[in-house]
């Protein structure tokens, strides 16, 4: 009996014991029974790119829908509800991600089979390349014949295309083009390994390979000519060709990302807080004696640029009140290291066509300009970057925007890789909202360049959200930041050219404004009632790595999760 006891009151303990430990991998920072997967399959997706290196071969894209299924089948082994908080989150996010990939992948199959018959000739030199995987010595003349066969293959192709003038979506001009390459390069990948090594294989290949190689790339620019004008964006004198996607893409996006709201509520809710800073910046203008003529006050505040020179020291004076100021309100932990090892570097004059102020992380980008500028873009740079409107920026791109975002995700859970710019640069715009709540901003000077991104964000919504809906187009859009917003034209102008041909996604430019609401509403459902402090919410949600800000959510409070989620959550109130 005495046995029996004891066995049970060990029982007891250790499960006792074992709730502990759940409850501390909840607030501590520690990783989830999810841990193990999500670790081996960003290890096993690295080793397969690496292996399976040709984009838009048919070899590559097979082995990756079953390398994505597979992990599917092995992802619904766990009994869900039986998983941490933490675990179902990672769960969930994990089976969204590789969903998302799959129908990636089957639009890249319906895609290449659209395109069949123009880009067929080169498909045996992903056979070629197969071989030279693993090392098989090539005869080389019979390789030679090989080559010589798909070159005249392709010769006949473009001939077609001259005869038939085909017209292609723009989408399918984009994927030929990147399934040509893709040939192109595992011709170049062959060929690069025997060459020189092998003298027979030189001696045979080395002149068919030449050719082949440059009637691949002629023939891709072919192809990628014949794009149907009517789905190509004109010109309106902007010289930005960007590619809007429509509305039913927009709201297949916002689902993914977990945004529970169509394109029309988003713009309505960028309106709003834009009235919002209209009121402020009135304000603003009377304390500065200008009245209701908010511009005239604007233009002042512009004026207080630094002189040539000055303005990394002009930053880093910005970045120590900032730091002061969250460390006066004990508003997040801030390690030691991430406030000595950020770093500062200078936007190129090429760099500023598409980045005309701040880029930040670990390395704080300053935009100012330099000699080899004109006069006028000069000016426009110096006045669009003065110290007020940059105190904003700074703690955005140091601490504890970026720079704290990427050191502590490093250090915590870095086996989430749920990366989403409603996260990334929500957050980053939520503490703009929140230190102009705690009056981080001195004066109406002050209060006015903070406006001004704030607006800027508004605005980003407002114009990005139109110009991928089809109602306005690139010039439209750099014109309502300028007589909107306040903008140089020229800034105007890098700012619409980053949004539409600088490599970020549809919805990334709503993310700054729609991610910081989510943010702050959750800091109004946690701080404000109460339940948290300031402190005790921010490090919580760094500690969780990046995710959907509405799965956030349901980390931090006892919202219950089931297998089958999806986005319901309203976070905006008039």
Known sequence: MKHLLFA???LVTIGYHNLRAQQDSESTGHVTELYQLATEFRADQGSLSRFYAIENSPERRERFRKFYEDYLAKLQEYKFDSLSRGGQVDYLMIKKYLHQQIRELNTEKNEYEKLRDWISPGEELYTLEKLRRRGKRLDGQEVAGILNNITNDFSAASERVKEQQPLFTRQLTSRAKGILEGQRAALQSMFGFYEGYDPQFTWWVTQPYKVLDSVLLIYAATLESRVDPATLPEDDGSGIIGDPIGRDAILQQLAFELIPYTPEELIAIAEKEFAWCDRELLKASREMGFGDDWK????????????????????????????????????????????????????????????PFFLGGEVLQIAYPTDAMNHEEKLMSMRGNNPHFNRSTVHHELIAGHHLQGFVNNRNKPYRFYRTPFWTEGWALYWELLLWDLDFPRSPEDRIGMLFWRMHRCARIIFSLNYHLGNWTPQECIDYL???????????????????????????????????????????????????????????VMKENSMPVEIVRALLTSKKLNKDFSSEWKFYED
């Open 482 to 540: 300028v007589n909107r917003v306040g903008h140089e034209r020229a800034n105007a102008a890098g700012e619409v050219r980053r949004s539409f041909t600088g490599g970020y996604g549809p919805l990334y430019q709503i993310a700054y404004m729609i991610g910081g609401l989510q943010f702050y509403a959750l800091k109004e459902e946690l701080v404000d009632s109460g339940q948290m402090t300031y402190k005790e919410y921010h490090d919580a």
């Open 8 to 10: 049970l009151g060990f």
């Open 296 to 355: 005239a006050a604007q233009e002042k505040v512009k004026q207080t640029y630094v002189p040539v020179g000055q303005q990394p020291e002009a930053m880093l004076e910005l970045y120590d009140q900032s730091i002061a100021f969250l460390k006066e309100k004990d508003l997040l932990t801030i390690p030691p290291l991430a406030e000595e090892t950020w770093r500062m570097t200078m936007l190129s004059p090429e760099r500023q066509l598409i980045a």
